[in-house]
């Protein structure tokens, strides 16, 4: 078997997983970073299960190329929808999923009005069921986003056009929820355009540093921590050299 890098991988269906990238490099700055957006392929929330999972295998693959020591899947989708088949496939790598943060939102607002908003195929998923099962709440909405994704592939996270996709999405739950659980890894870029729609009393929940200290409880586990020098590097499918640009920009911006 080859020797595996200290890299840990990361993807997603594209630009989004770089909330969680985020969020990994700032409870393990000493590590280094594969992150892999797969944009030429982005959304994955509207294709059906069965490609879904193609691609998450295909992103697995790319990144087992690499001989990472572990893998993040940054995407809700693909963790909803292929998480098992990628620990059945890898069973001697760390593979560490996404889940839309309700435990936090149903703990902190037991008696409250919540939602979740996601792509339709996280929403539709058994995983989602299981997770709100786990967690019963009497008044928790599911809010499906198709097209928000594009927008923010496009750019577009902070845009007249995004304020007015969320309009329409968001504005009869105005002034009505307590919380709203961002239930897809490209959310997190669009707060200010939520905040401009929603107003402030709702909080927002995410569950990319959830995410960060659970990969850093799993290396630590394995005593695959490193302390060396951190690194990022950044690989995406899409043609279109400006994606590397707005990923740079979209791990540095202040959110
Ligand atoms: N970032 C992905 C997620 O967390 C977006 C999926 C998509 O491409 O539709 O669900």
Do not use: W
Not at 28 to 43: H, I, K, T, V
Not at 95 to 104: H, L, Q, R, S, V
Not at 142 to 159: F, T, Y
Not at 213 to 220: N, Y
């Amino acid at each position: 078997m080859t020797e595996k890098t200290d890299y840990i991988g990361v993807f997603d269906s594209g630009v989004g997983g770089i909330s969680v990238l985020r969020e990994l490099i700032a409870c393990m700055p000493n590590e280094r970073f594969l992150y892999f957006g797969d944009s030429a392929n982005a959304p994955y929330g509207t294709k059906p299960k069965e490609q879904i999972r193609q691609l998450a295998l295909n992103n697995a693959k790319l990144l087992m190329d690499y001989n990472v020591k572990a893998i993040v899947v940054a995407c809700n989708t693909a963790t909803a929808m292929a998480i098992d088949l990628l620990r059945q496939t890898y069973p001697d790598t760390i593979i560490i999923g996404i889940e839309p943060a309700i435990k936090p939102a149903v703990r902190q607002f037991p008696q409250g009005t919540l939602a979740i908003m996601a792509t339709p195929a996280t929403l539709q998923g058994e995983k989602l069921q299981r997770l709100m099962a786990l967690h019963p709440h009497d008044r928790l909405l599911k809010i499906p986003a198709p097209g928000m994704v594009e927008l923010v592939e496009a750019g577009l996270s902070d845009s007249a056009q995004m304020d007015d996709f969320l309009h329409n999405l968001l504005d009869p739950y105005v002034g009505k929820l307590d919380g709203l659980v961002l239930g897809c890894t490209h959310y997190p870029f669009a707060v200010r355009s939520i905040r401009r729609v929603l107003g402030d009393k709702t909080v927002l929940f995410d569950g990319g540093a959830g995410t960060a200290r659970e990969t850093r409880r799993r290396l630590a586990e394995k005593d695959l921590l490193s302390d060396g020098k951190g690194e990022v590097r950044i690989l995406n499918s899409s043609a279109d050299s400006s994606i590397l640009q707005l990923c740079n920009t979209l791990l540095t911006e202040d959110l």
